[in-house]
């Protein structure tokens, strides 16, 4: 009885902490995801391309003629680009190789295509450049010692400017690279203004502390791309930490600390292909599956009350926690939602309902052999779980190779009916051996209800 007490009270917490992430209420920061510049972001069911819509890329690698790509380069750009798109708070972008030369990224809800394509094609090359008394600005293209054609590469641009390359026969020192950088986040300052600021590595300090100490007073130029971020003077020496301004906007400086956190791409990308992606199933199509849904939960329900009486209560009562369990869970992940996955989930919902009805039938069959109420609840559901676990083991197996299938073939839809029903499996044989055995145990631990009849607890 002890134990049961103990089980209901942690049954009642975990519930109540489900429904709190479920419901649109605000919740504290250390239980939200944060954005990339460090703000938190309200807690959401993510919604996939073919339920709220979004953008479809397709990038090409742009090498000059008479280079090759290197064995690997395409696999480690197409690593990075999911980094970074996913860095702009795209959960589960689709990221796939096309051919060998050809990357797509489908990004569900991007409001803003053309900065989230600046961001995934951009190389990144971010250097540190001593302007050796050349008064650069900022948006000047320059040629550095380890980007020299950056000049060269704008001019053969459409619409270049050549008023920002004034400096197109120079070659300016690069001190540093990228690489000496740990992290970099975008956020403001306090006056309300965006920054990047950063974090350096060990060995990157070290580099940092001795140009920057042997330079106070000197301006040195942040350079991204062969482009002039900003020039400031270097007040301090730096060791651990520092700061990049430019007048920058929020989507700029977001942005800009995506590509300093995720590296440079081995390979320069164009953008080949461009296409903005309605919600192919659409409000009415969506608010549809949802109450086919409840309508085929709500028979469910019913079913158990006819045919198991309390217990089928009981069993119900188990199976509306395990809905807030999926969930918090689709919440907390987040778990991209596509039609698939959302069919993924209402399977394993009845799949939650066929363990309680082995664990039932198994119940009669010791009644019928005479037990006594307790222990046959006991036996029944000891006595039914090896069948459950085995069954439920090969739907986990399948779920595995469909995911595996899907994450290495870009088939979204795949990967997320296989995450869902995965992970309502696993959910579904907690709630049939944990919280139905606990509420089945508090309903015998009065003596009245001890000496009730068989028939009244099971409908036998």
Known sequence: ??????????????TALAVYIVLPVPHPEWLVRSDTTGKPTPLGLKLGLDLQGGTQVMLEADVPEGRELQPGAMDTAKNIVERRVNGLGVSEAVVQ????????????????????IETI??????????PQGTPLRQGMIINTTNKPTAVQDYLASPGAD?????????????????????TAVSRQDQFGQWEIGFELTGEGSDKFFNYTSTHIGQPMAIVLDGVVLSAPVINAAIRDQG???????????????????????????????????????????????????????????????????????????????????????YKLIPVTLTLAGITGFLLSVGMAVDANILIFERLKEELRGGRSPRLAIEAGFSRAWPAIFDSNLTTLISCAVLYVFGNQFGASIVKGYALTLGLGVILSMFTAFFLTRTFMRTLLSSRTQRDKSAQTLVGY
């Open 243 to 329: 700061v990049i301004t430019g007048q920058f906007t929020k989507e700029e400086a977001g942005s800009l600390a995506i590509q300093m956190r995720y590296g440079a791409l081995p390979v320069p990308l164009k953008v080949v292909d461009v296409r903005s992606i309605s919600a192919t199933l659409g409000a009415d199509s969506v608010r549809s599956s949802v109450v086919a849904g409840l309508i085929g939960m709500a028979a469910v329900f019913i079913f158990m009350v006819l045919m198991y009486r309390v217990p089928g209560l009981l069993a119900d009562l188990a199976l509306l926690i395990y809905v807030f369990f999926n969930l918090a869970i």
């Open 121 to 130: 094609r951009s190389t990144g090359q971010l250097e540190f450049v001593d």
């Open 1 to 14: 009885m002890r134990n049961t007490t103990i089980s209901l009270i942690l049954i009642a917490a975990l």
């Open 162 to 182: 050549p008023n920002l390359t004034p400096y197109g026969e120079q070659l300016f020192t690069t001190a540093m690279t990228g690489d000496v950088l740990r």
């Open 97 to 116: 190789a096309q051919g060998d030369t050809r990357i797509t990224a489908e990004l569900p809800g991007v409001n803003n295509p053309d900065q989230a």
